[in-house]
């Protein structure tokens, strides 16, 4: 891991790379990129199919837990609270997406 605190700790993570990219992205011309899809970790300036909180209203704020995560603040042990979904499975894939 190179996350400040977890230096040492491997972990390992399975990705599906696709080349889809949503109709009006800006950033579909700028090169490749990726998208992760995991509860509550979705950036929200930058996000164009973020259609889970009008789906889910009451998980809004689960939604946007870790939105900013390692993005402002590099210290890995702020900016996502993963506690801020009530369904127990949202909650748990965000945490397990938190743990990697």
């Known amino acids: 891991s190179n996350a400040l605190g977890y230096e040492g700790v491997e972990t390992t993570l399975v ?22 899809a ?5 950036v ?3 996000s164009f199919a973020h259609e889970c909180p009008s789906r889910e209203p009451d998980e809004a704020d689960g939604f946007a837990a870790c939105g900013d995560w390692l993005i402002n603040n590099q210290d890995s042990d702020s900016n996502c609270d993963c ?3 009530i ?14």
């Open 44 to 46: 929200l300036a930058y």
């Open 15 to 36: 990705l599906k790379g696709t080349n889809f990219c949503p109709d009006g992205n800006p950033l579909c011309g700028a090169g490749p990129h990726f998208d992760i």
């Open 87 to 100: 369904s127990p499975t949202l909650r748990e894939g965000c945490e397990n997406f938190y743990s990697l």
């Open 83 to 85: 506690s801020l979904f």
């Open 38 to 42: 995991a509860p509550g970790f979705d």
